[in-house]
C-alpha cells in the first residue's frame, strides 16, 4: 500500500514538472515570438487565395537588383487561403517602390509595394499567372497588363518558331517584329504616360526567357526610356538603389551609343563653380541649337525643370513675372527641359517668352550631370560675359540677386 502511495506521489510529481516543463516552453516561445515580431519592425501584408493548388509550396520573393530572394513560404491547404508580413521597405531617402512575386514552381504574380499596407491577391491555379486578380495596388494591376502582354509575345514566339513553313530568315524577321511592336506598346502605353511609376520600371526590365527586350547597352533608342524614367525617379527617389541602378544604365548606354563616341566629359561638378559656366548646346521647339554662351552679353537664368512636375505650371508663373520685369533690361531666360515626353515639353513650352530648349537624355546626359543637378527645377544664376554666380541653393532672393547684376 504504502508502495502504491509512493508511486502515485512519484507520478503526480512528474506530471507537475511535465506541465510546469511544458508552461514555461509556451512562455518562452510566446516571448520569442514576440521578440521576433519587433525585430522585424513594420510589415504590410500580402494575403488571398491561389484555388486548386493544395499542397502545393507558395513561396513570396523578393525582386532585388541580384535576383530574387526567398522571404517566406507556406504549404497551401484545401481553401487556398494563405497570409505574409513581409518587411516594409524603409521610409527614408533610400525607399522607392519595391517589387515582389509569388510562385509556384515556375509559375509567378509579380506586385509590387509602394503605399498600401495590404495588399489582395486571388487566383485559380495552374493558370495563377494569367487569370489572378489584385486588390489594394493601382501599380500591381497596371503590371499585370503587362506581363500578359508578355505571356501573349512569348505565345507567338512559340507558333513562329514551330512553324516549318518559314524559313530561318523569315523567322527571325517576323520574330523581331513581334518585339518591336511589344516595345512600341510599353514605351506609349506604360513608360512615357507616367515615366515615373513604378509599372515603368517594371516594363523596362521585361524579358523573354532571360534575354532583356529593351536593350540600353546598344540601342539608342531604348537608353531614351531608361533615360526618361531615372530623370522622374531620380526626381522622386534620389537617394534609392534603384535609382542609382537606372541612372548607371542610362548613363552608360548614352555613351556606348554616342555617334564615334569622340569624347566624354568627366568634369568634377565642383569645377563648374571654379572654372566659370560650361557651355553646352540643346535644340529649341524648332530644332535650332542654342548655345549658353550665345548669350554671354545678358545676364542668364539657367533652368534645368520638367514640365511634367507638379509645381512647373506655378513656377513658370513667377519666372513670367521675373522675365516681364528685367527681361527689358537684359535678362534672359534658357530653359532647360528634361521631360520624357518631348511632345509634351513642345505643346507646354510653345507660348514661354523665353528660350527653351530640350535635353532627351534627361537626368542622366553629361552636361546635366556636370552641373550637379540632383532634383529638379535647379537653377544658375550667370553674369554678363558667362560667369556663373551661383546656384539656386546659395540666393536667398531670387529677384535681388538679378537686380544686382543688371
Known amino acids: 500500500m504504502k508502495r502504491r502511495k509512493a508511486q502515485r506521489t512519484n507520478q503526480n510529481i512528474m506530471r507537475g514538472i511535465v506541465a510546469m516543463a511544458l508552461v514555461v516552453l509556451l512562455v518562452a516561445w510566446l516571448f520569442l515570438s514576440l521578440v521576433s515580431c519587433s525585430d522585424r519592425g513594420p ?93 489594394g495596388n493601382d501599380a500591381s494591376r497596371t503590371m499585370k497588363t503587362i506581363s500578359l502582354l508578355n505571356i501573349q509575345l512569348q505565345q507567338q514566339f512559340h507558333r513562329l518558331l514551330a512553324d516549318d513553313s518559314l524559313s530561318a530568315l523569315e523567322k527571325s524577321e517576323r520574330l523581331q517584329g513581334l518585339v518591336d511592336e511589344y516595345k512600341t506598346t510599353l514605351k506609349r502605353d506604360y513608360i512615357l504616360t507616367n515615366p515615373a511609376s513604378a509599372a515603368a520600371y517594371f516594363a523596362l526590365f ?97 533652368d534645368f525643370t520638367a514640365y511634367a512636375l507638379p509645381q512647373s505650371q506655378q513656377r513658370n508663373i513667377l519666372l513670367r513675372e521675373l522675365y516681364a520685369k528685367y527681361h527689358g533690361r537684359g535678362l534672359e531666360i534658357m530653359q532647360v527641359s528634361l521631360d520624357a515626353d518631348e511632345h509634351y515639353w513642345k505643346t507646354m513650352c510653345e507660348k514661354l517668352p523665353w528660350i527653351c530648349v530640350y535635353c532627351a537624355e534627361g537626368i542622366v546626359n553629361d552636361i546635366v550631370q556636370i552641373y550637379g543637378v540632383s532634383s529638379l527645377p535647379a537653377y544658375f544664376l550667370i553674369g554678363r560675359g558667362s560667369e556663373l554666380k551661383a546656384r539656386g541653393e546659395q540666393i536667398p532672393d531670387l529677384e535681388k540677386a538679378i537686380a544686382a547684376e543688371l
Open 43 to 135: 510589415t504590410f501584408s500580402v494575403s488571398g487565395i491561389i484555388s486548386g493548388a493544395e499542397d502545393s509550396t507558395l513561396i513570396v520573393e523578393a525582386m532585388t537588383l541580384t535576383g530574387p530572394e526567398a522571404l517566406d513560404s507556406l504549404r497551401l491547404k484545401a481553401d487556398g487561403a494563405f497570409a505574409f508580413d513581409l518587411p516594409l521597405p524603409p521610409q527614408d531617402s533610400t525607399a522607392s517602390p519595391e517589387f515582389y512575386r509569388l510562385r509556384i514552381g515556375q509559375t509567378v504574380i509579380n506586385f509590387v509595394h509602394d503605399s498600401t499596407e495590404a495588399i489582395t491577391i486571388t487566383a485559380p491555379f495552374p493558370q495563377m499567372a494569367t487569370a489572378y486578380e489584385v486588390e
Open 206 to 302: 521585361q524579358t523573354v526567357g532571360s534575354q532583356m527586350l529593351f536593350d540600353p547597352e546598344r540601342d539608342k533608342n531604348d537608353v531614351q526610356y531608361f533615360a526618361a524614367v531615372a530623370t522622374q525617379w531620380n526626381e522622386l527617389y534620389p537617394a534609392a538603389l534603384r535609382t542609382e541602378n537606372l541612372r548607371n544604365i542610362a548613363i552608360r548606354g548614352l555613351r556606348n551609343t554616342r555617334p564615334g563616341r569622340p569624347f566624354e566629359l568627366n568634369i568634377d561638378s565642383d569645377k563648374v563653380r571654379e572654372v566659370g559656366v560650361i557651355d553646352f548646346g540643346f535644340p529649341d521647339i524648332n530644332g535650332r541649337e542654342r548655345r549658353l554662351t550665345d548669350l554671354h552679353d545678358n545676364v542668364v537664368l539657367l
